[in-house]
T-cell receptor, first 112, second 111 residues
Framework: DTAVSQTPKYLVTQMGNDKSIKCEQN?????MYWYKQDSKKFLKIMFS???????INETVPNRFSPKSPDKAHLNLHINSLELGDSAVYFC???????????FGPGTRLLVL | RKEVEQDPGPFNVPEGATVAFNCTYS??????FFWYRQDCRKEPKLLMS???SGNEDGRFTAQLNRASQYISLLIRDSKLSDSATYLC????????????FGAGTTVTVRA
């Protein structure tokens, strides 16, 4: 009965590869988010979708492309991975704008 | 000035002690306020929302001071399991989907 789930939990890959992270929520929320938390532990919003529509698109390299097939799923595809992409990526969801967000367990990405 | 600022700590307290810390926010129009806790290598988890009149959840009490633009969290009778980083989270614009996260306050409860 996991609320927000992400796969994979760990991802170790070489520079230049392309990888995807998947997120699913069963809370019935209509908004989903991707955050990046780097080694300094600061959480930075990357993207947000509301009912499959992109509503937040922060200054993120265009190598990162989110996709929301439906309001319960939000995926993140990363092309041409770089060393600086190493971080923990968290998916989150909320019922509406301004409301509390609920986070997935995170995907730990290490680019070698 | 950052939208949300927190004392990073660490606050090292013995079991059973009371610990309290604040978080300041820059936008006076901010509407929603939350405290999250994050354990090492885990996801942030909602601890409590913060309401205008202040609210309590067991050993945890949150207060909002709009005049001085800060929120506080007080933990009574600290347990070892309270050791974590506490994130102050603010919605700076009404119904905005983007929340502003503080960098966190680290609390360590020792036996």
């Amino acid at each position: 009965d996991t609320a927000v789930s992400q796969t994979p939990k760990y991802l170790v890959t070489q520079m230049g590869n392309d990888k995807s992270i998947k997120c699913e929520q069963n809370l019935g929320h209509d908004t989903m988010y991707w955050y990046k938390q780097d080694s300094k532990k600061f959480l930075k919003i990357m993207f947000s979708y509301n009912n499959k529509e992109l509503i937040i698109n922060e200054t993120v390299p265009n190598r990162f492309s989110p996709k929301s097939p439906d309001k319960a799923h939000l995926n993140l595809h990363i092309n041409s991975l770089e060393l600086g992409d190493s971080a923990v990526y968290f998916c989150a969801s909320s019922i509406s704008g301004g409301g509390a967000q609920y986070f997935g367990p995170g995907t730990r990405l290490l680019v070698l | 000035r950052k939208e949300v600022e927190q004392d990073p700590g660490p606050f090292n307290v013995p079991e059973g002690a009371t610990v309290a810390f604040n978080c300041t926010y820059s936008n006076s129009a901010s509407q929603s306020f939350f405290w999250y806790r994050q354990d090492c290598r885990k996801e942030p988890k909602l601890l409590m929302s913060v309401y205008s009149s202040g609210n309590e959840d067991g050993r945890f009490t949150a207060q909002l001071n709009r005049a001085s633009q800060y929120i506080s969290l007080l933990i009574r009778d600290s347990k070892l399991s309270d050791s974590a980083t506490y994130l102050c989270v603010v919605n700076p614009r009404s119904n905005d989907y983007k929340l502003s996260f503080g960098a966190g306050t680290t609390v360590t409860v020792r036996a």
